[in-house]
């Protein structure tokens, strides 16, 4: 009898265990949102630099995540990184001039889309471009900034008349 109690404790632990790992597997991978049937609109927006921009990132404004990247993609004319953002339906009061930022989370976390809110009459609405956008920062572009900058500090005191 012990025996039977003790392999349906054992099974309950395991069963647990698993459940456990599936909500774990669905945060990681940020779909906190599954089973979530509301409506979202899409925009694009064009930015020089996605950094390691991905798709499912989210899309904040203020903190609060208000949709995800959909899709990455190449404009064939401009060579422009084109990124298409599904944003939840009932945010749908968001001024047509806002703004968008890659930004990062933490110093050298995940990347997920800023979006600032604009002055305009008119909102936003599905197949909208927002045209403000700022790129992501590239640390490594900004180290080599910084070193060829102070390369060239020694050669400039050098030719000092």
Request: with cysteine; charged share 20%.
């Amino acid at each position: 009898m012990q025996s039977r109690s003790l392999e349906l404790l054992v099974g309950f632990f395991v069963c647990l265990g698993i459940a456990a790992v599936f909500v774990l597997t669905f945060r990681v991978a940020s779909l906190d949102s599954v089973g979530d049937s509301g409506t979202r609109y899409r925009v694009t927006a064009k930015f020089e630099n996605t950094g390691s921009l991905a798709r499912g990132a989210s899309v904040k404004m203020s903190g609060v995540r208000i949709g995800r990247v959909r899709d990455i993609g190449i404009d064939p004319e401009t060579f422009q990184a084109v990124v298409t953002i599904d944003i939840d339906g009932a945010r749908n009061n968001i001024p047509a001039d806002s703004s968008l930022k890659i930004l990062t989370a933490g110093l050298l976390g995940e990347q997920y889309i800023g979006l600032e809110g604009g002055g305009d009459d008119q909102m936003l609405k599905s197949g909208d471009s927002i045209r403000l956008t700022q790129s992501a920062v590239v640390l490594e572009n900004l180290i080599s900034q910084f070193l060829y900058s102070q390369a060239e500090k020694p050669a400039a005191e050098g030719k000092k008349p």
